[in-house]
């Protein structure tokens, strides 16, 4: 398979696909409420007669690249898939990517650039919370849908921001089901917690706080700045905090490097983290501190038995000639989610693209639990898997994903 080109700053991505009577996966199509009105003449950037143009924001450099770079290869490879297919009504799918090497002050401007310049008919996917919530106001602003972002903050989801339709469970309530998970089979005499500081963070340990409750587990709770040349420091605090478990949520390049400071001290508790430490990005080059770590999941067993991961296993790799990852997965769902819309959409316009997504309901893709918006709804799905790392692979320790009130 032919390789895109790519810059420092921008990859563009010209995608590709279409099945009609199983959607552009293969698998079967989404149930569909009755069609609401659209404004088929309304604004439609980012629409040719022959292509759609959809981007995003991720970090292909700095800490949290190879999270972002594997997102992105995902996303790349199911649009080249539909594009090979057909496109959408007739129009391929032409991806671009802006690097926002997970800082801010660049997603900003990053997004500024994907609408204002490339005019982007909708935003798709994305990974990093820090980096969409600094271009949520201005997407807010300009009206331009945003489908599926991996940003897990609990001030998405809502409609505070009717534009954005998330996908992934928000960190409180991920840190509160894993939490839950590690007090009922483990029951810890301590917790600690190193966060992303701000949102991130802060919301992991909210999460954390619900779970532990009224049974007087005490949390200690460490924010850190990405990026951080010297985990050391804080490997020390952890260490005098004697915390038996300690959970993590880092980029992938500080939770490895906190995990060896913590070693080298000679401080090994049971450590808990999320869908960044279950990619193999991270388990290899972190093996011999990542074995043993449980983390929550976003994406389901890539191993597992349902035919639509094992379609995806065998199509992403047809696709790129590699075995995908959990973030090839994550980025794999997001551009189905966004492709489904679009398909669905009675017009190739923003209005309708609305209108497409407030009918989704109980979407399949296999890859992430069942997705269903509303014209008032936001939060597509409610659940996570859990899993663990032993010796470089991942074991699930619940079937399928788990959300307050059960197994789904």
């Known amino acids: 398979m032919k390789r895109c080109r790519s810059w420092h700053l921008v990859t563009v991505v010209v995608g590709v696909c279409f099945l009609a009577a199983y959607g552009f996966s293969g698998y079967p199509a989404a149930s569909w409420g009755a069609a609401g009105p659209c404004d088929q003449s309304g604004p439609a950037p980012g629409v040719t007669a022959t292509t759609v143009t959809v981007g995003a924001t991720l970090a292909l450099t700095g800490t949290a690249a190879t999270s972002g770079q594997g997102a992105q290869a995902g996303e790349k490879a199911y649009f080249d898939y539909v594009n090979a297919h057909g496109g959408v009504h007739g129009h391929q799918i032409r991806f671009i990517v802006l690097d926002d090497q997970y800082q801010p002050a660049a997603a900003q401007q990053q ?20 980096t969409f919530l600094a271009e949520a106001p201005f997407l807010k ?19 505070s921001y009717p534009n954005v339709y998330t996908t992934f469970v928000n960190y409180i309530t991920q840190y509160q089901i894993e939490t839950n998970y590690v007090i009922e089979h483990y029951h810890p005499k301590s917790l600690a917690l190193v966060g992303v ?72 508790p049971h450590v808990a983290g999320n ?53 090839n997965a994550l980025g794999w769902a997001q551009a189905e989610i966004g492709v489904e819309a679009l398909r669905t ?29 509303g014209p008032t709804n936001r939060q ?8 663990q790392v032993q010796n470089t692979k991942l074991v699930p320790l619940v079937p399928g994903f788990l959300s307050l009130h059960g197994s789904e």
């Not at 990026?227 to 915390?243: E, H, M, S």
Request: with cysteine; glycine share 8%; aromatic share 6%.
């Open 275 to 327: 869908q960044i430490n279950a990619d193999a990005s991270f388990i290899q080059p972190f093996k011999d501190v990542a074995n043993g770590m449980v983390v929550s999941v976003l994406t389901a067993d890539l191993t597992g038995t349902d035919p639509r991961v094992q379609q995806f296993v065998k199509d992403f790799q047809q696709l790129t000639g590699n075995v995908p990852t959990t973030n």
């Open 197 to 268: 500081a701000g949102n991130v963070g802060d919301d992991a340990y909210k999460g954390m706080q619900l779970a532990v409750g009224s049974s007087g587990v005490p949390i200690k709770y460490i924010p850190e700045t990405p990026g951080n040349p010297n985990l050391t420091p804080i490997a020390t605090t952890l260490k005098d905090t004697n915390a038996d478990w300690v959970f993590i949520i880092l980029t992938a390049a500080d939770s490895g490097q906190l995990l060896e400071a913590m070693q080298r001290i000679g401080y090994t």
């Open 111 to 130: 997004m500024r650039l994907l609408v204002q310049e490339y005019h982007v008919l909708a935003v798709v996917g994305g990974y990093g919370t820090p």
């Open 345 to 373: 959409a009675p017009a190739l316009t923003r209005s309708c693209l609305y209108d497409a997504l407030n009918h989704m309901t109980n979407f399949r893709t296999g890859l992430i639990p069942p997705v269903t918006f």
């Open 380 to 387: 597509g799905v409610d659940a996570i898997g859990l899993m």
């Open 141 to 159: 602003s300009q009206d331009v849908p945003a489908i599926a972002p991996s940003a897990e903050s609990d001030q998405l989801g809502n409609m």
